[in-house]
């Protein structure tokens, strides 16, 4: 009998990372969700099965949490088949107004953390033949104002992603990233004005925001065994937002 594969999803309490989760659950995958933020994590687990998903409430930017939550994936669920780094900080300012303190706020989860959590994951993965798919951002591919800290945690992950892909290939772990566009999440909405909107809209080649579910779909992709001849690679699931940067709005209208 075929053992059920697990799935371990950081960031996973709303967003992209929760509709990864329900999407893996649908498809017969365990899934441990974590996040530092308990009330949402708890709120989300409570409209899950019991029995196939399991909260971890761990900060990622703590050293001490990732061989904790995944030794507590394994300790319930028997295996780690994938793990999802989603978990971000996205903060937006200037660079004359980044301080230290702010830059290092980003870089503790989004890069730190994507890191801890692969390396504590790393010997069950071995054991697994498993994947890592790590969140990056189209701010990590291509630049943007206010982004100094976001754009350039992110363009780091690609890097860290294509350092995973070389080493723990050795070992049968596949590493990829995937770069999420502009994509309609509750936040994005609320703080997105009208003309930011339709600027997107405009600049992207779908003329749409993404869905969660859509950047949901190619991570369970990624993890599955129909990508197992898939490492080392940036995808960048954003409408064509990143090829627009090849040519001017105007010729394009």
Excluded at 21 to 39: F, N, S, T, Y
Excluded at 142 to 165: C, F, H
Excluded at 176 to 198: E, F, S
């Amino acid at each position: 009998m075929t053992q059920t594969r697990t799935a371990l999803i950081t960031g996973a309490a709303r967003g992209i990372g929760l509709a990864t989760a329900k999407l893996m659950l649908d498809r017969g995958w365990h899934v441990a969700l974590l996040d530092r933020d308990v009330e949402a994590l708890d709120a989300a687990c409570a409209a899950l099965p019991e029995t196939h998903a399991l909260p971890l409430r761990f900060d990622i930017s703590d050293p001490q949490s990732a061989p904790l939550a995944c030794r507590a994936c394994v300790e319930r669920f028997g295996s780690l088949d994938a793990l999802v780094n989603n978990a971000g900080v996205a903060d937006f300012g200037p660079i004359a107004e980044t301080d230290f303190d702010r830059w290092r706020r980003v870089m503790a989860t989004n890069l730190d953390g994507t890191f801890l959590m692969s390396q504590a994951a790393t010997p069950y993965l071995a054991e697994a033949k498993g994947a890592i798919v790590n969140i990056a951002s189209i701010s990590g591919l291509r630049a943007s104002t206010l982004r100094v800290a976001y754009g350039t945690s992110k363009a780091a992950v690609i890097a860290l992603t294509q350092q995973q892909a070389v080493e723990l290939g050795e070992l049968g772990i596949r590493a990829n990233a995937v770069c999420p566009g502009p994509v309609r999440t509750k936040l994005a909405m609320a703080v997105h004005t009208p003309d930011i909107i339709a600027a997107y809209h405009d600049a992207i080649p779908l003329n749409r925001y993404g869905s969660e579910d859509e950047i949901a779909a190619l991570i369970a992709f990624l993890c599955s065994e129909d990508a197992s001849y898939v490492t080392g690679q940036c995808i960048a699931a954003d409408g064509g937002f990143e090829a627009t940067g090849i040519g001017l709005p105007a010729l394009r209208s």
